[in-house]
């Protein structure tokens, strides 16, 4: 028993057996291929169907059901190949008889035409078929679409080229797009080539039979449209990528031959990492365990972006063992990271406190709270305030200064200070309206921690003012600490150092920056500054608390900021505000 | 060449009166004129788009559907001044043959 497949052939229907069926099909492919520029083609394929449909009847005749390959092998043999037809057909697709006589007719040129390559695409095709158009290296226009995917346009402008660009699909379209002439010879050639393509993929796909019955069930329209989309995300998310990966490159280079700066304005990330790293573990360690953290994710975003932009492939064993790499590298790394933040944590287990009462002028009523204004880092800078006929001028002996400043009846505020060869900190600002710039946000952020001289520099201060429960004035300073157990955290708190002065007519002046030995680690050092006041007495917040004020409770609820530069009285019910009338 | 030859006997079938595919590669193989019946179709498809023949369809007992094709008039005047063309070349190349 052989099973038979029903075709219908100019409007007949026919059965056929299984090999008969297949040999018929791809006569018909091959002569649909062969007629691909053929004004007509529809029309002159069914004319030929027809012709075939007579034929076969004919030889049937009454006697027979079943179209045997010996039948097909003769329609094929009266109609002859595709080859056969000669060269009539496709030779010259266009041109007419008439067109013969017509003395100026030229020799056609090998014309070309704007396809999509559709064979050669990251996303569309768009840029390889323009490639192709030019004679350009694809690679050009894809790194030109991504420039100019930055400035907003790019998208726009792909998505129409990619609507408005044809696909190239037949031979004779590909041909075009390269700007090749299309004659029989050079189809064949291009067909020839390609199926041997298609068949060395449908080989390497036969291995995995089931995968190649899924590939081509998602060759839908739907299933093309996903993977152009996924096609695009994954375009977006490598460059997405390749851009962190610059980024992360250029800070780990930074973090490891140079100062760090790009992370932090405040010192280097080593002297950080040198402050927080558990006592044993040498910077080198922390080195080695950055760069193996991150080999694994650059390597893979490397491989990606290989792949989307140059088309190779993962799974070439050259990339599957540096992937291999990676992953390996990067999980000893988050090992080595796993060992030492536990260790971290640790000696974050405990907190433990000491509380010092500062002595405080007993007839002063009304204080004056404020930042000292400058810290150094380099204890060679300074500075000279001069004058001349411009008014105030300001000298330091460093090179480069850029300075703004504010003189206010005695004192100085120094707003931006630029200076490039010495590395300086000023910790003082003046406050004014526009204070929330942007660029005075970053200036708030700049040096809260340095190293120096094995003392390690944090502006871990907060300020409160709370009610007195006596009649008195008092100032209280609370140095904390982490540690694994109490001993530990206690040693550590009573370790810090912290200074502040209180002049005998109430002005208090505090330090923005608590110190303690580097070689205590970082861990949660941290100072509260609290001002006791009994009813009746006054407090001016000067504008350098900015950032220091902590949660100062008032009776309007005013937030921390915005009490700085007023004066506040503390009544019954709590702090609340002087206005001047 | 080939080609136009080609044409002008398709041409020249068709005149004899109206003629379906297979009757025209009938007549032109018992001439020896084609070799493979695929020959004629994209011939027949650029004649009639061209305007020079024009055909209806008839009902076959033995098969599908048939066109019949027959000359227009464009075709008629094409195949006449074709005909006194190619009498013209035949001449010319015979006198090649016979040097008088």
Redesign the interface.
Known sequence: MKPTIDINLGGMLFHLDDDAYKALQSYLKALDKHLQTVDGRQEILSDIESRIAELLTERLASTRQVVSMLDVDAVKETLGSPSEFGPDPVDEPSQGYSESHDPSARPRRPYRRLYRDDQDRVVGGVASGIAAFFNWDPLVLRVLFLLLLFTGGGVLLYIILWVLMPKAVTTAERLAMRGEPVTVETIRNKVETEFDKVKNSMDDMDVKGRFSRGARRTSSVLGRVLRACARIVIGFVSVALLVTAIAIGTVALNFLIGDGSVISESGKLSELSEVIMPAGYSITYLWIMTILVLSGPIIFIVLLNLRAFFGMRYNRPSSRMLGGFGMLATLIGLLMAMVSGIKVATEFNVDASHLQTVNMPESVKTWELSMADIMLEDPDFSLHIGTNEDGVKLHTNSEGSNLNLDITPGRVHIGDLDITPGRVRINGKHMDEDYWDESNWEESFRGWWYLKDDRAFFNNVEVDVRPARQGQASLTVRRYANGRSRRDASYRANSINYDLTVSDSGEIVLNSMLDFPTSDRQRGQSVEVVLYLPVGHSVNFDASLEDYLYDVDNVVNMYDDEMLGRTWIMMPEGLTEVKAY | M???A??LCVLRVVKRGEAY??DISKALKAADLL?????L??????L???G?LAYRWEE?S??????YYKLTDNGSQ?LDSLNGEWDQFVNAVNSLKNPS
């Open positions: 080939r080609k136009g080609l044409e595919a297979s070799v493979v019946e695929g020959t179709y994209p011939l027949l498809a650029r009639k788009n061209a020079w076959s033995s098969g599908p559907p048939r066109k094409l």
